[in-house]
């Protein structure tokens, strides 16, 4: 997790720096340069939605994890820009709807336990894809200010719910023959860092990084959760 963490922070520094530097090529120009489609939304404060797409693995005691996500996003900036230095900007709430959620997992495997009553003992674990949807119902996301044309910067802090059709994350099977003692419910905090690029007016491509993490905050026997996962976002974003 502390990997994770060293990761976003050296890019969400190195997206700050550039977001500065456009901003003072721009500062010129200002945010009434009527050709400017970074400014025009940020000004009218649109609403935006679009379909995404997530790839992700999990990290540590979790990195033959896999994950992919899908679903769209709706969005908007709710005040005007607050003026604060490099950390100039506006912020803006979200939330997203996932109905493509699929985690890949090692298959069911035999796994050698040490119990204080019992000694070592072979338990059967579960594993393989397992599917779901999620719903991520608040994002709260800082818009960086910035005079580009193009680049629209941000960093967000997120919660979600996400149910599956098993229980995740695999654990130990039961007599049925699925993982028992974790949950079907599971919440994702997250954080996270992003850009939108504008190919034209109120059009853009976009690109995140979310550390996510996963938990049933013990609604199952067990708990052991995904303690922490990256997760790449790609997605088309439609400014109204």
Known sequence: M???????????????????????????????????????????????????INWGTGVGDRSDYKFLWGGVELGKPMFRVVHAGIFSGQFQAAANIMPLWQAYTPPPHIVTITTANQGTLLVPFGGGTFRGVGLTPVILRWNFLTGSKRWQPWFQGAGGLIYTTHKFPPDQLVPKGTPGGTSVWNFSPQGGIGMHYFIRPRRSIDLGVNAVHISSASLGDRNPGVNASVQIQVGYTFWK
């Open 2 to 52: 502390k990997r994770v963490g060293t990761i976003l922070l050296v890019v969400l520094m190195a997206t700050t720096v550039i977001a500065r530097a456009q901003s003072a090529s721009g500062a010129s120009q200002g945010d009434a340069n009527s050709d400017n489609p970074v400014a025009r939304v940020r000004n009218n404060r649109s609403w935006e939605y679009g379909p995404f």
